[in-house]
Every structure is written in structure tokens, then in C-alpha cells.
């Protein structure tokens, strides 16, 4: 199995300046920000991707 992708930048700032954390799996440290955050895949929708008749994107 391959190895997880990590995130690119800050949620929250938008830095790339992102350190695994000591917290656990997916927990990531922004040294610019100073917060931590955690990312978690919850899983593939039953519906997957319905498509907008209006052209536009959804709100």
C-alpha cells in the first residue's frame, strides 16, 4: 500500500508550512498560523456526483 498523500497547505491561512504532529494519524501542525488540524477521509458517497442542470455551482 502507498503511502498517504499529505496536505499542501493551511486550511486555515494557507501556508505551506506543515509538520506531521505528534497527535496521531492525519494530525498536522502549521508553524505559520500555529494551529493544528486533522484531516479524516469519511468515505464515498452512495449518490456520488449528480450533476447541475443550472451550470452554475451549487451553494
Known amino acids: ?3 498517504r498523500a499529505a496536505p ?3 486550511p486555515y491561512c494557507g501556508d505551506e508550512d506543515l ?3 505528534e497527535q496521531g494519524h492525519g494530525a498536522w501542525e502549521c508553524a505559520a498560523c500555529n494551529r493544528a488540524f ?3 477521509f469519511l468515505g ?3 449518490r456520488g456526483l449528480q450533476p ?3 451550470g452554475g455551482d451549487e451553494i
Open 44 to 46: 464515498l458517497l452512495a
Open 19 to 21: 509538520r506531521p504532529s
Open 1 to 3: 500500500m502507498s503511502e
Open 52 to 54: 447541475n442542470d443550472a
Open 38 to 40: 486533522q484531516l479524516k
Open 8 to 10: 499542501f497547505y493551511c
